[in-house]
């Protein structure tokens, strides 16, 4: 019995054995002879080989995976991801000497025979016999074709990618056979086409165009002789021949293939010699896969496209079939997303907040009546540095967020509005509300089982001088605690829950909103995507619309292109006409009089709000014109910053205020997405103001309560929880804004007289 040699490896003898084995196979193949499962010549253990008969005759050629390319909404590419970076081309886009090049080095014989070289195998097992290992291969390009198939097919998972490869003489027959049928399938020009597109070129590129362009930067067509020598070379041994990593070696592999060019009649002598006399001539292209390589800020935008498309059924109803499409890849998604629109969110984000700042930014655009995202940008990048974050703040926990979402303070206020609007109450409804006041009890909820308050929590305005009664557009410009919850203990708390519902609220980890008069205070975590998208039905009418970050797929596939279904904006009334337009009048009044002064836009219709919760941990401006929508955070993802003596964007800050600092981020991101583009106004109404230019407009940011969990409020003032949901008073004195300078037409904010409000503010449960 022949011995093995020092090592584990094959004698010569063993070794010519194993080829002339192979040779007769192939014979046997030739001639559709089926194989015993103990191969001839002692090739194979027994039960090692499968009948040949036995292989299925179908060799499904697969899809390749290649890269995906995700565009702006004007075409303007964000990002390429991929599993696999690969671009299929014809072969009529690959350059001659490329065709050549991989031929002379890899099959030199491949015009001439046919699935399996005869020739070839009894040369490799003479020189692999005198070199006493294996020196030559005997696999044609069509083998190694199959080979590759079967290596595609098994992706990334380890196990199969072993056996796709393992050097069994029972894959070798299969390998034979699907051979066998490709030649009669394809013909060679599809065989070679298909080859240099899926064979890999090392440094992550899958096929020749992408093989080109990572050496290069060029397409394929456009290769140089000296070039497609280098990438053919490289193909035998991609590390071993990496020319960015050894350039000794691979200029003596591509030297090699431009020798045996000649050889074989490609080429001739003198071109061979001129060609061994270039340099390499690199002109590398980084790999630029994934969205960390976004542009102008795109990488969270891009990481929530991914996640819409691991999670929509529309493209799959599995998470297995979705992850198979993503990653099978080839495909061009548009998006939304709107080039100045996130221009500008970036560059706003910039000026007012530094990614190296204790707290960090967000903010989120989005068009009412379409739901499309126009933008979605934060201070600090995408990354896993320092200062850089993977965490997406402005959309929810499942999609990629942090945390649940941040508590919003009294941007939740106008949703208790409209829900009272929508049960009759007027615009000029009146309540007491008093500077404190037990939680009125008990409060009507959507079950038959009413919210008591039990443990007689009190709720407290901002200061001592915020005494009722109020009628609701000043209660809305001062931020009045007491009036909302009074306004809640009116109308119930299932009209508010079913207001939200139609505005699409939820918490940040995708449950509702508890069913509890604090509701009213902004205590719980909500998304800033969640609230641009509920602020655009005011800017809408009262139209909401589902948010949407396609607009469009194609996916390219054997050569053939097809366009894939994609997730579709629904739209419904969540309130009617006139609900809507009276919000509008009472938010328009808050940026034209009251805390939101510093983030008012000068030259087209706009509103919003402020809001600013306990401890200063977070500060949002949320507002919107009729074609634009936006919301604005600052504060701390963990939520343990307190935002007092604090610099921001490099201004100091005594105390942070949702106008003040989101506010302005608001005005010039908006400024900047709204430039050039239709400036329309709203449907305002004209509510009655009983107390005209009483007081002085205050910042209802002014204050601070208590803690999310708890805790005695700051500033001489206590906070309180009513059922786990944190309620807070005022403290802060009001800050008061000189008479606005801005000059608007006549007639547009209609009837809103009450210049100067005093806005004050609530915690955790009820700050501005």
Known sequence: MPKKRSGGGLSPTQQAAKFLGVSVLAGAVMAGIALPAAGALGLAAKGSVQGFDDIPDNLKSPSLSQRTTILDSKGGQIATVYSRDRTVVDLKDIAPSMQKAIVAIEDSRFYQHGAIDLKGILRAVNQNAQNGGVAQGASTLTQQLVKNYFVEEAGDDPTKVAQATQQTIGRKIRELKYAIQLEEKLGKKKILENYLNITFFGEQAYGIEAASQRYFSKPAKDLKLQESALLAGIVQSPSRYDPVNDEEEAVKRRNTVLQRMAEVHDISQEQADAAKATKLGLHVSQPKNGCITAVKGGAFFCKYVEKVFLSDPVFGKTKEERAKVWNQGGLTIRTTLDPQSQASIQASLKDHVYKSDKVAAAATLVEPGTGKILG?????????????????????????????????????????????????????????????????????????????????????????????????????????????????????????????????????????????????????????????????????????????????????????????????????????????????????????????????????????????????????????????????????????????????????????????????????????????????????????????????????????????????????????????????????????????????????????????????????????
């Not at 509890?516 to 800017?539: C, D, E, N, R």
């Open 376 to 768: 979605m940008g934060q201070s600090k990048p995408y990354g896993y540095g320092k200062n850089e974050t993977e965490y997406n703040y402005s959309v929810n926990y499942d999609m990629g967020g942090s945390n649940y979402g941040f508590p919003t303070g009294s941007t939740f206020k106008p949703f208790v509005a409209a829900a009272a609007l929508e049960q009759g109450r007027p615009a000029t409804q009146e309540y007491s509300s008093p500077n404190k006041m037990p939680y009125p009890s008990p409060v009507q909820t959507c079950s038959s089982k009413p919210w008591t308050n039990q443990a007689n929590e009190q709720v407290p305005n901002e200061s001592a001088s915020e005494q009722g009664p109020y009628q609701l557009k000043e209660a809305m410009a001062k931020s009045v605690n007491t009036y909302f919850v009074q306004m809640i203990s009116d109308i119930g708390l299932c009209p508010v829950m079913n207001q939200i519902d139609k505005l699409g609220v939820v918490q940040g980890n995708g449950d509702k909103l508890p069913e509890v008069p604090a509701i009213a205070l902004g205590a719980k975590g909500i998304s800033p995507l969640t609230m641009a998208t509920a602020y655009a039905a005011f800017a809408s009418r009262g139209m909401y619309c589902t948010p949407v970050a396609i607009e469009s797929i194609s996916q390219q596939i054997g050569g053939h292109e097809k366009s894939l279904d994609v997730p579709k904006s629904t739209c419904s009334r969540a309130m009617s006409e006139k609900t809507a337009d009276t919000v509008n009048s009472l938010l328009s009044g808050v940026i034209d009089s009251g805390t939101g002064q510093q983030a008012g836009l000068t030259d087209r219709a706009n509103a919003g709000k402020t809001g600013t919760t306990d401890e200063r941990k977070n500060a949002w401006f949320v507002g919107y014109t009729p074609n634009l929508s936006g919301a604005v955070w600052v504060g701390s993802a963990s939520q343990r910053v307190q935002m007092r003596g604090i610099q921001i964007g490099g201004v100091w800050h005594d105390k942070v205020y949702g106008g003040q600092v989101p506010g302005p981020i608001w005005r010039d991101l908006m400024t900047g997405a709204l430039s050039g583009k239709d400036a329309p106004s709203f449907n305002l109404v004209n509510i009655p103001d009983p107390e005209k230019d009483k007081g002085k407009g205050q910042d209802d940011d002014n204050n601070n309560g208590r803690g999310h969990h708890g805790g005695r409020g700051n500033d001489n003032t206590t906070g309180n929880t009513v059922n786990g949901n944190t309620i807070s008073g005022q403290s802060d004195g009001g800050v008061t804004f000189p008479t606005p300078s801005i000059s608007f037409p006549d007639g547009w904010i209609q009837g809103n007289t009450n210049s100067g409000n005093t806005n004050s503010g609530n915690g955790n449960g009820g700050q501005r």
